[in-house]
């Protein structure tokens, strides 16, 4: 797993605390395509597997890109000053709102193809951020002891 957090950090530029996040992203793609395909695949065939996966991967790819974002927008406001440090950052998570809504709005528009496997998808894409932010904790932690 070292290695791999290596090459995210290398990638982005970022700490070893993102990459370990833009690791357990990737592992969590991968866990939540196994799982959500082999449930759609008992109930529906394999009708709405391709727009679960696909859902999906934009979801994970859109949380370890907005992973690097929060953390270059960390990095830039520690040498602002207080009020230019708040409107900046202010505007940062406005824009990965916006990034986030970029990603949702034509997933639920083209329904037709995503279906509803689909939005389920990109909506655990989206927060597998969240889910890997706890592992990462927990992982930092364990490595202190």
């Known amino acids: 797993m070292k290695k791999i957090e290596s090459l995210f950090g290398r ?3 970022v700490s070893e605390t993102a990459a370990i996040m833009c690791t357990v ?3 969590l793609f991968f ?4 799982i959500g395909s082999g449930v759609l695949f008992f109930i529906y065939g394999y009708e ?3 727009p679960f996966a696909t859902a999906i ?3 994970c790819a859109l949380s370890i890109i907005k992973v ?4 270059k927008s960390l990095n830039k406001s520690m040498d602002m000053e207080s009020e230019k440090a708040r409107s900046f950052s202010s505007l ?4 990965r709102h916006f990034l986030t809504a970029i990603i949702l709005v034509p997933i639920f528009l083209f329904r037709d193809f995503f279906g509803y496997a689909g939005i389920i998808g990109g909506i655990l894409g989206i927060t597998s951020l969240q889910i890997s932010a706890y592992i990462a904790n927990f ?3 364990k490595r202190e002891r």
């Not at 866990?31 to 196994?34: F, G, R, V």
């Not at 690097?68 to 953390?71: C, H, S, T």
């Open 139 to 141: 992982i930092l932690k």
């Open 57 to 59: 991967l934009i979801g």
């Open 92 to 95: 940062q998570t406005i824009a």
């Open 11 to 13: 990638i982005f530029n």
């Open 25 to 27: 992203i990737t592992v």
């Open 31 to 34: 866990i939540l395509l196994a």
């Open 48 to 50: 709405y597997i391709l």
């Open 68 to 71: 690097a974002l929060i953390e």
